[in-house]
């Protein structure tokens, strides 16, 4: 009985890999995608197909991926559990270690990949408490305020990570994109594209950004905070 609850276990946690794999990284709505500032972590991305790393994205430079179906869609509460059971052997590593702020990101980065924002946003908030430097972790965290529909507070961290680092190229990509999908806010989004472009000028999705830029400049007669039932129409 043991050796089979073993093997049971052993492919759950395979299955568990693989789906949150799939997922990972945030799923655009309304328009685009927003890019991962850290990377998932290895727990997770161990069992990634190759499929899963964004066309023209750079390892470390964040990852996009396609809705999925609701047949393929597990639901939150699986969701839930198939995170809380990944972070165990992180969470027992950092009983020891709790000032470890790369184990704090890394169960961070679980919950933020299966789509558990509150719960990855206060595993990101300690690590930063230990160190406030790291401009990825902050990044992500921006990101998971904008899933938890907390607009203002995503670009008040997307902002904080750019008086340090003002290049950081998610940091002004993800901006943009929640200025225009969140805010309705034109003038803002094509701001932090331009400032993006200009201050990373090998930057790998630039034709990329020049079209968000061209369809936000159609769009610059619409109010910010005015919603429509009609948004941009994203080129992919």
């Not at 990634?48 to 430079?61: D, F, K, L, S, Y």
């Not at 198939?82 to 702020?101: F, G, I």
Request: net charge neutral; charged share 20%.
């Amino acid at each position: 009985m043991a050796d089979s609850e073993s093997s049971m276990s052993g492919r759950w946690t395979s299955t568990q890999a693989y789906v949150l794999s799939v997922i990972c990284l945030l799923v655009g709505v309304a328009v685009g995608y927003l890019l991962r500032g850290s990377a998932s972590t290895e727990l997770t991305t161990t069992a990634a197909p190759a499929q899963t790393q964004a066309a023209g994205a750079p390892a470390g430079m964040g990852r996009a991926m396609s809705p999925m179906s609701s047949a393929q869609q597990p639901t939150p509460d699986q969701m839930r559990q198939m995170a809380d059971t990944q972070v165990q052997p992180l969470l027992e590593q950092l009983a020891s270690e709790p000032n470890n702020a790369d184990l704090l990101t890394k169960i961070g980065n679980v919950y933020y990949d299966a789509q558990q924002y509150p719960e990855a946003v206060k595993y990101y908030k300690s690590a930063l408490k230990i160190n406030p430097t790291l401009s990825d972790v902050r990044t992500d965290m921006g990101t998971a305020y904008h899933f938890m529909g907390q607009p203002d507070r995503a670009i008040q961290e997307y902002d904080e990570v750019l008086k340090t680092d003002p290049k950081h190229a998610n940091a002004l990509f993800n901006e943009g994109m929640v200025k225009w999908q969140d805010k309705m806010d034109m003038n803002g989004a094509i701001a932090a594209w331009k400032r993006l472009l200009e201050t990373n000028p090998n930057y790998p999705n630039r034709d990329r950004v020049q079209s968000l830029i061209a369809q936000a400049q159609q769009h610059q007669t619409i109010k910010p905070g005015t919603k429509t039932d009609k948004p941009a129409e994203i080129t992919k």
